[in-house]
Nanobody, 116 residues
Framework: QVQLVESGGGLVQAGGSLKLSCAASGSFNYIDDFDWYRQAPGERRELVTTISSGVRSTDYAGSAKGRFTILRDNAKNTVDLLMNNLKPEDTAVYYC?????????WGQGTQVTVTS
């Protein structure tokens, strides 16, 4: 079994920063793609950013470009999401997502609330 556990959410004022972390544990050799998704109330879950395993290529949703940074540590099986210049529209539950051996896994989510 594989578990993903997120941490680091919270309440922040607009313009502030937060760091989300996700740690993967369980039985696996390596993690293919590591991603962050988010879901705002009444909205569909959307991909925020992704990072590949080997060359660690990254991709960001337009709303995240220039403000968010995804980092992974393959030795620790962790992925971080650094969020700067947060806006009220970034308010959502943020989910860690991993693809391992053609199966996908989700974390439980962590709430990020940005006040104006």
């Amino acid at each position: 079994q594989v578990q993903l556990v997120e941490s680091g959410g919270g309440l922040v004022q607009a313009g502030g920063s937060l760091k989300l972390s996700c740690a993967a544990s369980g039985s696996f050799n390596y993690i293919d793609d590591f991603d962050w998704y988010r879901q705002a109330p009444g909205e569909r879950r959307e991909l925020v950013t992704t990072i590949s395993s080997g060359v660690r290529s990254t991709d960001y949703a337009g709303s995240a470009k220039g403000r968010f940074t995804i980092l992974r540590d393959n030795a620790k099986n962790t992925v971080d999401l650094l969020m700067n210049n947060l806006k009220p529209e970034d308010t959502a539950v943020y989910y860690c997502h991993a693809r391992i051996a053609n199966r996908v896994y989700w974390g439980q989510g962590t709430q990020v609330t940005v006040t104006s």
